[in-house]
């Protein structure tokens, strides 16, 4: 026992130590600038086309790089929008060439401002400033893409563009990456390319290889500097998930050496239950095993209108409940929409000013806005079976362009643990520590902030992993108060006496009236 | 004027009345006024959407086509929808006989109306229409060959207890209460008139079966409708002796077994899991002192007990309903059986969960449920006074508690058993139909309030225990009249019947 605790407090003081010398490159207080307003224009979802969900991956894609992102399809574009901003992307999905704004177009060739389109023929103000030539092919195509050490072969792309530079003008043109045309013998073509404020990506799908090597194109031409962290990420964990198999995962991925994030979901009620202690003391098993905590969004049932500040109420509680108990949540793990959504901004994510966007899986808007939320930190999530094909073909990834969080399921039973750690452990990655990074959660009753160690209105908290057995005794149905038990008590037995004397004297009646009867009528 | 001056215009004017119409005619004249001032007539009284109507409307080949459709859930009325016009891909998410009169109500739209805008109103005509019948054929079997005072009073009792706008209200939505208040009154009241042989015999079977198929395909929660009229039906089987009547009348109790297993069989998985998940966090639950043991006893996960007393229905909740978890580890565990042992080895929380039941089951009007449109400007969710003074009296009055449901079917129980019984004993199988039949009514709204305990705790009771809610007012509607004319436990009930 001595030596547990003496190990228990060593472990403490190294965790305080490697805390405070700030070992991440990442400074999340660092980056509370005011937030790059960029306006993304897209003139088609492309739904139904390989292309599905680029506007969507590249909304997520730019909140990681802290820019406020405002969304609008190029029809609804209105004369003069272009001058309240200095970032402007493009995406062009549809394949047609077709003028869809007039007022867009004028306004586009007279914009001096930092220009990325992607996909289409090239407009006008980058026909300008890039000197390059886009091809497009007819036919469906296989390409290649690489983009820093990274190389992936890509299922046929219709009417894929290549960029071929202009060898005398192009002199000043930074090419990322390359895309080329599988069994080719001509040079390879670059996946994008960059002059000055200008840039131009030919292709951007969700799932494979430009999805990461846009990364790279957004983090030159936003001139981000310094490298990303690479975090690893549960969710799916319920109160009701098996406790003992989280608490082993976390004693597992702690002997292995890996730090990581559980995206836990909010209980919202019954917050004196004995399953809501088991669940947090299983949590702060997890923080004492390099586990950091952030709370996933809750489930929204229904949008009806007439609930706001309800989220507010409840996530409150939920927080100060884990902060009560010595649990420090460092953020929050929402679907990109909630960003997108003032009641929901409002109401549910201003407690954190770190979160991690996962992929939308349904839309359930309340307030929908078309300009996003920025936080200081808003890490990149992707799930390792998408990234799979090419991550596992490097050793060290240390260029990582953004904040990344690969994100998959809790296991649900002892093998696929296993075979989760073997996966994670194959992959040669580095995982950061969630929590060596400054993150902040305030409600009215706690200021909770990492970076210096964990703590709680100013108070480091010690990473104590001295378990508690959660007593299942409790009184779940509160008795009624009852007045005046003594009085009636004593009523209810006079009551039952006179009960009885009347049943006696009935009884004597009626056998007085059956003889009388039988005198009379029977003799 | 003196008394006896009084008596006489009152039976000259009823003598009047009665050569021009019948009590039976009356009251339907009536009900389809006040129904057609309530819902055809400016300001239109509708029911507003909970969120129910999505799977109707969209297996139907409809669609919310008001882009503020959202911000009206539970507030507004809405009469009008948007027709698909491309191919359905959710033609299969919903199975029931109110599918039946949504298409039918639709092609009578696209004949009359418009292709493209689906006007609710046309389906509340056509309810309307079989409302009207149905009320005609109850109050005719209760006042045929009766004085025509006590005729009258019944017809106004029946305009008074039926056609209040807490139930008309409901033509004017997608909620299948509609059709069970419609098919509940037909079925009764055809039973009632082969009771009292007042029509052709085969044909008050025809309105029997077909009433009786639509109730119980209407509903999920009706499955068992169909097992209790096949019941009742066996007592017809003796009331004709030719052997044509007896293979319809085995077939027609057939079809009426059958088509409960089938309800409860087809039952939308959405459904099952939106109810069992109320069953447990609703349910057992909710009234448990141990919840943790309750749900170890049953194979589940003791960390569920934080679900209890959790509403799916609340804007943010811990768990998707439907997300693989609970599918996994929590629905899998239990189902209708599990949950009614639970029920049956601890008697004290079963009798609680029914008194909280019988809370709502003398609520008509689901609370909370607007019934006018917006542009009527009336406030978010306000409901409708017009004609609705028996509702608000049956809310204010009925002591709710499950007690008084029991004295209840104690006293109907006794005031016709006599008659029954002495029909029985003289092998007189035809008058001693009118027991079973009101038996059976009081089975259904039972099997009404327990079908919602089982299935989904107390979550939205009073829309669910809208079976019990008709049933306890037509049988409450029929021990009347029958005391206002005297039939209620006379032994001899010969009198009420035509001869064979």
């Given at each position: 026992?001595?030596?547990?605790?003496?190990?228990?407090?060593?472990?403490?003081?190294?965790?305080?130590?490697?805390?405070?010398?700030n070992?991440?490159?990442?400074?999340?207080s660092?980056?509370?600038l005011?937030?790059q307003?960029?306006?993304?224009?897209?003139?088609?979802?492309?739904?139904?086309?390989?292309?599905?969900?680029?506007?969507?991956?590249?909304?997520?894609?730019?909140?990681?790089?802290?820019m406020?992102?405002t969304?609008l399809?190029?029809?609804?574009?209105?004369?003069?929008?272009l001058?309240?901003?200095?970032?402007?992307?493009l995406?062009?999905n549809?394949?047609?060439?077709?003028?869809?704004?007039e007022?867009?177009e004028?306004?586009?060739?007279?914009?001096?401002?930092?220009?990325?389109?992607?996909?289409?023929?090239?407009?006008?103000?980058?026909?300008?400033?890039?000197?390059?030539?886009?091809?497009?092919t007819k036919?469906?195509q296989?390409?290649?893409?690489?983009?820093?050490?990274?190389?992936?072969?890509?299922?046929?792309?219709?009417?894929?563009?290549?960029?071929h530079?202009?060898?005398?003008?192009?002199?000043s043109v930074?090419?990322?990456?390359?895309?080329?045309?599988?069994?080719?013998?001509?040079?390879?073509?670059?996946?994008?390319?960059?002059?000055?404020?200008?840039?131009?990506?030919?292709?951007?799908e969700?799932?494979?290889?430009?999805?990461?090597?846009?990364?790279?194109?957004?983090?030159?031409?936003?001139?981000t500097?310094g490298?990303?962290?690479?975090?690893?990420?549960?969710?799916?964990i319920?109160?009701?998930?098996?406790?003992?198999?989280?608490?082993k995962?976390a004693?597992?991925?702690?002997?292995?050496?890996?730090?990581?994030?559980?995206?836990?979901?909010?209980?919202?009620?019954?917050?004196?239950?004995?399953?809501?202690?088991?669940?947090?003391?299983?949590?702060?098993?997890i923080q004492?095993r390099?586990?950091?905590?952030?709370?996933?969004?809750?489930?929204?049932?229904?949008?009806?209108?007439?609930?706001?500040?309800?989220?507010?109420?409840?996530?409150?509680?939920?927080?100060n409940?884990l902060?009560?108990?010595?649990?420090?949540?460092?953020?929050?793990?929402?679907?990109?929409?909630?960003?997108?959504?003032?009641?929901?901004?409002?109401?549910?994510?201003?407690?954190f000013?770190?979160?991690?966007?996962?992929p939308?899986?349904?839309?359930?808007?309340?307030?929908?806005?078309?300009?996003?939320?920025?936080?200081?930190?808003?890490?990149?999530?992707v799930?390792?079976e998408?990234?799979?094909?090419?991550?596992?073909?490097r050793?060290?990834?240390?260029?990582?362009?953004?904040?990344?969080?690969?994100?998959?399921?809790?296991?649900?039973?002892?093998?696929?643990?296993?075979?989760?750690?073997?996966?994670?452990?194959?992959?040669?990655?580095?995982?950061?520590?969630?929590?060596?990074?400054?993150?902040?959660?305030?409600t009215?009753?706690?200021?909770?902030?990492?970076?210096?160690?964990?703590?709680?209105?100013?108070?480091?908290?010690i990473?104590?992993?001295?378990?508690?057995?959660?007593?299942?005794?409790?009184?779940y149905?509160?008795?009624?108060?009852?007045?005046f038990?003594?009085?009636?008590?004593?009523?209810?037995?006079?009551?039952?006496?006179?009960?009885?004397?009347?049943?006696?004297?009935?009884?004597?009646?009626?056998?007085?009236?059956?003889?009388?009867?039988?005198?009379?009528y029977?003799? | 004027?003196?008394?006896?001056g009084?008596?006489?215009m009152?039976?000259?004017?009823?003598?009047?009345?009665?050569?021009?119409?019948?009590?039976?005619?009356?009251?339907?004249?009536?009900?389809?006024?006040?129904?057609?001032i309530?819902?055809?007539?400016?300001?239109?009284?509708?029911?507003?959407?909970?969120?129910?109507?999505?799977?109707?409307?969209y297996?139907?080949?409809?669609?919310?086509?008001?882009?503020?459709?959202?911000?009206?859930?539970?507030?507004?009325?809405?009469?009008?929808?948007?027709i698909?016009?491309?191919?359905?891909?959710?033609?299969?998410?919903?199975?029931s006989?109110?599918?039946?009169l949504?298409?039918?109500?639709?092609?009578?739209?696209?004949?009359?109306?418009?292709?493209?805008?689906f006007?609710?109103?046309?389906?509340?005509a056509?309810?309307t229409?079989l409302f009207i019948v149905a009320?005609?054929?109850?109050?005719?079997?209760?006042?045929?060959?009766?004085?025509?005072?006590?005729?009258?009073?019944?017809?106004?009792l029946a305009v008074?207890?039926?056609a209040d706008?807490a139930?008309?209200?409901?033509?004017?939505?997608?909620?299948?209460?509609?059709?069970?208040?419609?098919?509940?009154?037909?079925?009764?009241?055809?039973?009632?008139?082969?009771?009292?042989?007042?029509?052709n015999?085969?044909?008050?079977?025809?309105v029997?079966?077909?009433?009786?198929?639509?109730?119980?395909?209407?509903k999920?929660?009706?499955?068992?409708v169909g097992?209790?009229?096949?019941?009742?039906?066996?007592f017809l089987?003796?009331?004709?002796?030719?052997?044509?009547?007896?293979?319809?009348?085995?077939s027609?109790?057939?079809?009426?077994?059958?088509?409960?297993?089938?309800?409860?069989?087809?039952?939308?998985k959405?459904?099952?899991?939106?109810?069992?998940?109320?069953?447990?966090?609703?349910?057992?639950?909710?009234?448990?002192?141990?919840?943790?043991r309750?749900?170890?006893?049953m194979?589940?996960?003791?960390?569920?007990?934080?679900?209890?007393?959790?509403?799916?229905?609340?804007?943010?909740?811990t768990?998707?309903?439907?997300?693989?978890?609970?599918?996994?580890?929590?629905?899998?565990?239990?189902g209708?059986?599990?949950?009614?042992?639970?029920?049956?080895?601890?008697?004290?929380?079963?009798?609680s969960?029914?008194?909280?039941?019988?809370?709502?089951?003398?609520?008509?009007?689901?609370?909370?449920m607007?019934n006018?449109?917006?542009?009527?400007?009336?406030?978010?969710?306000?409901?409708?006074?017009?004609?609705?003074?028996?509702?608000?009296l049956?809310?204010?009055?009925?002591?709710?508690?499950?007690?008084?449901i029991?004295?209840?079917?104690?006293v109907?129980?006794?005031?016709?058993?006599?008659s029954f019984?002495?029909?029985?004993?003289?092998?007189?199988f035809?008058?001693?139909?009118?027991?079973?039949?009101?038996?059976?009514?009081?089975?259904?709204?039972?099997s009404?309030?327990?079908?919602?305990?089982?299935?989904?705790?107390?979550?939205?009771?009073?829309?669910?225990?809208?079976?019990?809610?008709?049933?306890?007012?037509?049988?409450?509607?029929?021990?009347?009249?029958?005391?206002?004319?005297?039939?209620?436990?006379?032994?001899?009930s010969?009198l009420?019947s035509?001869?064979?």
């Open positions: 026992m001595k030596f547990k605790a003496a190990a228990a407090i060593l472990l403490s003081l190294l965790y305080w130590l490697t805390s405070s010398l070992l991440t490159g990442v400074d999340a660092n980056e509370q005011t937030p307003k960029v306006l993304l224009l897209y003139d088609s979802m492309a739904n139904d086309t390989s292309k599905a969900g680029n506007v969507e991956l590249l909304q997520r894609q730019l909140a990681s790089f802290g406020e992102v969304l399809a190029e029809d609804f574009y209105s004369k003069g929008l001058d309240q901003f200095n970032w402007l992307i995406i062009k549809s394949a047609e060439i077709r003028t869809i704004n007022s867009f004028r306004d586009l060739a007279a914009f001096e401002g930092h220009l990325l389109q992607i996909g289409g023929v090239l407009s006008p103000p980058l026909k300008k400033k890039l000197p390059v030539d886009v091809e497009f036919s469906k296989n390409v290649v893409i690489a983009m820093s050490g990274l190389q992936e072969e890509v299922a046929p792309v219709q009417n894929a563009a290549y960029i530079v202009n060898r005398e003008a192009g002199q930074e090419s990322y990456g390359t895309l080329s045309p599988i069994n080719s013998d001509s040079k390879n073509m670059p996946f994008a390319v960059k002059n000055n404020n200008a840039a131009y990506a030919p292709l951007y969700k799932g494979n290889l430009s999805e990461l090597a846009m990364l790279y194109v957004l983090k030159e031409w936003l001139g500097t490298d990303g962290q690479l975090y690893l990420l549960f969710k799916e319920y109160p009701f998930s098996d406790l003992d198999l989280l608490a995962a004693d597992e991925l702690y002997e292995a050496g890996i730090p990581f994030i559980a995206s836990v979901r909010p209980v919202l009620d019954n917050f004196d239950y004995p399953a809501m202690f088991r669940y947090m003391e299983a949590l702060k098993h004492s390099n586990g950091s905590i952030v709370i996933n969004t809750p489930v929204i049932s229904s949008t009806t209108r007439d609930t706001t500040e309800i989220l507010g109420y409840k996530l409150t509680s939920f927080i409940a902060g009560d108990y010595g649990v420090v949540p460092l953020g929050m793990g929402a679907e990109l929409y909630w960003s997108y959504d003032k009641e929901y901004v409002n109401n549910g994510m201003a407690f000013d770190s979160v991690i966007l996962f939308n899986q349904l839309i359930m808007h309340r307030s929908q806005s078309n300009v996003s939320q920025t936080f200081a930190s808003a890490l990149y999530s799930s390792p998408e990234w799979n094909t090419f991550l596992s073909q050793k060290v990834w240390a260029d990582i362009p953004t904040d990344i969080a690969l994100t998959v399921d809790f296991p649900e039973n002892e093998q696929e643990l296993e075979d989760m750690v073997s996966f994670i452990n194959d992959q040669w990655l580095v995982f950061s520590d969630y929590k060596l990074a400054r993150h902040e959660v305030i009215e009753r706690f200021t909770m902030v990492s970076g210096n160690g964990l703590m709680i209105n100013g108070k480091g908290q990473l104590n992993d001295t378990e508690r057995i959660v007593d299942s005794d409790f009184q149905v509160e008795e009624d108060e009852v007045s038990s003594k009085l009636f008590s004593i009523q209810n037995r006079i009551f039952i006496f006179i009960i009885c004397l009347a049943l006696l004297l009935f009884g004597i009646l009626f056998v007085l009236g059956y003889r009388l009867y039988k005198r009379k029977l003799k | 004027m003196n008394q006896t009084a008596g006489l009152l039976r000259r004017f009823l003598a009047f009345m009665a050569r021009y119409v019948s009590p039976a005619g009356f009251a339907a004249g009536t009900a389809l006024l006040i129904t057609f309530a819902l055809f007539t400016p300001p239109y009284i509708g029911m507003a959407d909970n969120g129910d109507f999505f799977r109707v409307l297996s139907n080949g409809l669609y919310f086509h008001l882009p503020d459709y959202d911000s009206q859930y539970l507030g507004y009325f809405i009469k009008e929808f948007g698909l016009q491309y191919y359905n891909e959710n033609v299969a998410i919903y199975y006989s109110q599918s039946l949504i298409q039918l109500a639709l092609a009578l739209n696209k004949l009359f109306v418009s292709t493209v805008i006007d609710v109103r046309v389906q509340s056509i309810l229409l009320i005609y054929l109850l109050v005719e079997s209760l006042t045929w060959k009766m004085k025509p005072l006590y005729g009258y009073i019944i017809a106004v008074f207890m039926f706008t139930y008309t209200a409901f033509f004017n939505s997608f909620f299948s209460e509609s059709i069970v208040l419609i098919m509940v009154i037909l079925t009764f009241a055809s039973g009632l008139l082969l009771y009292r042989r007042r029509y015999d085969y044909a008050m079977v025809a029997l079966a077909i009433s009786g198929l639509l109730l119980t395909t209407s999920q929660q009706n499955a068992p097992i209790i009229l096949a019941a009742t039906c066996l089987l003796l009331i004709r002796k030719e052997k044509k009547f007896k293979v319809i009348m085995f027609t109790l057939s079809l009426l077994f059958f088509s409960g297993i089938a309800t409860y069989a087809l039952i939308p959405e459904f099952v899991n939106i109810n069992q998940y109320h069953a447990m966090t609703r349910g057992i639950l909710l009234g448990s002192d141990d919840p943790e309750a749900l170890e006893k194979g589940v996960n003791k960390q569920y007990a934080i679900l209890k007393n959790s509403i799916y229905y609340e804007p943010f909740t768990v998707d309903v439907n997300s693989h978890i609970l599918e996994k580890y929590f629905y899998s565990q239990y209708f059986g599990e949950i009614l042992g639970y029920y049956v080895s601890h008697p004290k929380q079963a009798i969960m029914l008194d909280l039941a019988a809370k709502n089951a003398f609520t008509i009007r689901p609370p909370a607007g006018y449109e917006k542009e009527e400007g009336k406030s978010f969710g306000q409901q409708t006074m017009f004609f609705s003074g028996y509702s608000l049956k809310k204010a009055l009925a002591p709710k508690t499950f007690g008084f029991v004295i209840w079917i104690a109907v129980t006794g005031v016709y058993m006599p019984v002495t029909a029985i004993q003289r092998r007189d035809r008058n001693a139909l009118r027991f079973p039949f009101i038996f059976s009514m009081i089975l259904m709204g039972l009404g309030i327990f079908v919602s305990i089982i299935g989904a705790g107390d979550a939205d009771l009073s829309k669910h225990e809208f079976l019990f809610t008709v049933t306890f007012d037509l049988v409450t509607f029929v021990v009347i009249s029958d005391a206002i004319r005297r039939r209620l436990w006379q032994r001899d010969r009420d035509e001869p064979e």
